[in-house]
Antibody
């Protein structure tokens, strides 16, 4: 059973960067597509981008292009999402998610709360 | 980007009743790649339906999805107490993947 376990909550100041990790259990990490989705308080879910864990190729939402970077460490079976130039509107729960048996998001991490406040 | 509009915003029903949730897309969803998720407070979303009508692993058969093109429906045939939550639709046939704003299913 594949599981995604994310890093803990973060508090950042405006203008700073945050890096959230997502560790996948099992030894088939490189066969996964890892997506990142965020949910601001009271808002709908918002797709940010994804990475092919096998070759590291990425694609980002236009909204976050230039501010988001998704990377991976295959030996650690961990994906990372870094968001820069943080502003108050980036306060949200950030999820990693992946299609496993389907092309939708079969599995999700538990979420990481990122708070941006001065 | 494809905009997904869900209705109603809130649905108040009693256990045992039938729930019908709607998701309308601003343009046709490629290959009917439309999913439904359930989210409870403090939890990550859980996949219920993919490909508009296929149930995900372990999802009870009281959940069913239908529709094609731009109009999709999630039906819960007989509500159980644990079904009261927020439901989101998502299209994954076009980039960027987009979500609806959610329907809150509350106990009447």
């Amino acid at each position: 059973q594949v599981q995604l376990v994310q890093s803990g909550a973060e508090v950042k100041k405006p203008g700073a960067s945050v890096k959230v990790s997502c560790k996948a259990s099992g030894n088939t990490f490189i066969s996964y597509a890892i997506h990142w989705v965020r949910q601001a308080p009271g808002q709908r879910l918002e797709w940010m981008g994804w990475m092919n864990a096998g070759n590291g190729n990425t694609k980002y939402s236009q909204k976050f292009q230039g501010r988001v970077t998704i990377t991976r460490d295959t030996s650690a079976t961990t994906a990372y999402m870094e968001l820069s130039s943080l502003r108050a509107e980036d306060t949200a729960v950030y999820y990693c998610a992946g299609p496993i048996a389907t092309m939708a998001f079969d599995i999700w991490g538990q979420g990481t709360m990122v708070t941006v406040s001065s | 980007d494809i905009v997904l509009t869900q209705s109603p915003g809130t649905l108040s029903l009693s256990p045992g009743e039938r729930a019908t949730l709607s998701c309308r897309a601003s343009q046709s969803v490629s290959n009917n790649y439309l999913a439904w998720y359930q989210q409870k407070p403090g939890q990550a979303p859980r996949l219920l339906i993919y490909g508009a009508s296929s149930r995900a692993t372990g999802i009870p058969d009281r959940f069913s999805g239908s529709g094609s093109g731009t109009d999709f429906t999630l039906t819960i045939s007989r509500l159980e107490p644990e079904d009261f939550a927020v439901y989101y639709c998502q299209q994954y046939g076009n980039s960027p993947r987009t979500f609806g704003q959610g329907t809150k299913l509350e106990i009447k």
